[in-house]
């Protein structure tokens, strides 16, 4: 063992003792350090019991025994605790000693938090950190930002832990100045946020409208995870829908339809909102959790409020096929032998086509929920300076990351060809095609929704940020008017060069 660790790492919760195992497995000595010091000596004398770690009972003790310059990761709560275990180590740190946050912080509070130690001599570092727990030990994507003389000091640590892409690259690079590490990840958050609400969107309407099965829903999930829509998410997504528990129930049937958040959507919204940037599918998937947590308002409303004639229970005619196809029982339900084809109790098949659609309709408002991402980052970029590569980005997303997919290698091509980047990912030729391709089954599939009754907040609202994206005259002339009408805000004319603003007393 060294006479002194590499790093130190306080905070042993489920992704700080990941991550520091996985340090540890990369050859370097850890020190670690919990406030409560039992969770300290369970960690050393449990998973981490014959390995290359220190246990430190105090602060004083976790800096004593860091090599120099000193590098002290934090795997804590964001917020107020942050700022707490800082106070804590500066009268212990030297000149040149890196204090790196690694929790999902607000990257207002980075940036301070930077400044704030550049005066005192010291370099900070706030990096996302996703992957979950499997991925902080096995290799996470890694966003780092904060100052920069701290990059090449933890630069060969971070590469090393981080997950790898297909092609063997690290999933880490360095953000940019103050918050713009934490900024990313809130991001990826909020991105992420919208993929697992169009995902949960496309199963009810698989559950509810079609009257599919869990096997069946399994099966398709299955399917999808083999071809462009390839996702982490959908892969697990696919596992959820066949998991059962030891009575041999679908463990997914059991769960309560309450969902939970810890705030990185809402900041990615509010974000938005500060530079203006039309962020509509990730604030409905935030909203959506919102409304999902009204469970006792909504059963009450399942039987006051009406809905359609056919109380949502199967999908609109439109989508029915001209054949009957063969089927079989299965399960004790009535199922077609052909994946993706369903039939009522009844024996009538419905939507044989629909699923394909959904697919192609999952993949379009997929696009849309990264364009509209990607362009806050680039607005981001312009308006704190932070010069955000957004290629970059997307390459380090490509593995270890809750977000990963093979669309991401698509998105690293859209903006690291040569040429100015596109304003917006739906114009890059790539992903301008492939909505050309779907928008005709996407279409078809919020209709379908809308008439059954289904709701799909993401699914429609993607669509409706892509016909006002496409509308080169849309309706806010009136809105303008409407302003002038009673505020006197004043206008510009469409015959008249911009900048110009004129008032008309209505």
Known sequence: MKTLSDIGLVGLGVMGRSLALNMESKGLQVSVFNYVQAVTDEFVAGPAAGKNFVAASSYESLVASLSSPRKVFLMITAGKAVDEVISQLLPLLSEGDVIIDGG????????????????KGLLYVGTGVSGGEEGALKGPSLMP??????????????????????????????????????????VHNGIEYGDIELICECYQLMRDGLGMDNEGMHEVFSEWNEGPLSSYLIGITADILSKKDGEGNYILDRILDTAGQKGTGKWTVEAALEVGVPLTLIGEAVFAR??????????????????????????????????????????????????????QPHGMVVASDFLPALGDALYAAKIVSYAQGFSLLQEASKAYGWALDCGKIARIWRGGCIIRSVFLDSIYDAFSAEGPAPANLMLAPFFRDALAARQGAWRRVVCAAVEAGLPVPALSSALAYYDSYRCSRSGANLLQAQRDYFGAHTYERIDRPRGEFFHTEW
């Open 145 to 186: 930002g904060g100052t920069v003389e701290a990059w090449p000091l933890v630069a060969p640590i971070f590469r090393a832990i981080a997950a790898k892409a297909s092609d063997g690259s690290p999933c880490c690079e360095w953000m940019g100045p103050e918050g713009a590490g934490h900024y990313v990840k809130m």
């Open 104 to 119: 999902n912080s607000d990257y207002r509070d980075t940036t301070r938090r930077t400044q704030e130690l550049r005066e």
């Open 290 to 343: 919102c409304l999902s947590a009204r469970k006792e308002e909504r059963v009450a409303a399942s039987v006051l409020l009406g809905g359609p004639s056919s109380s949502g229970s199967t999908m609109p005619s439109s989508f029915a096929p001209s054949d009957r196809w063969p089927c079989r029982p299965e399960n004790g339900r009535l199922r077609l032998g052909i994946l993706g084809s369903t039939i």
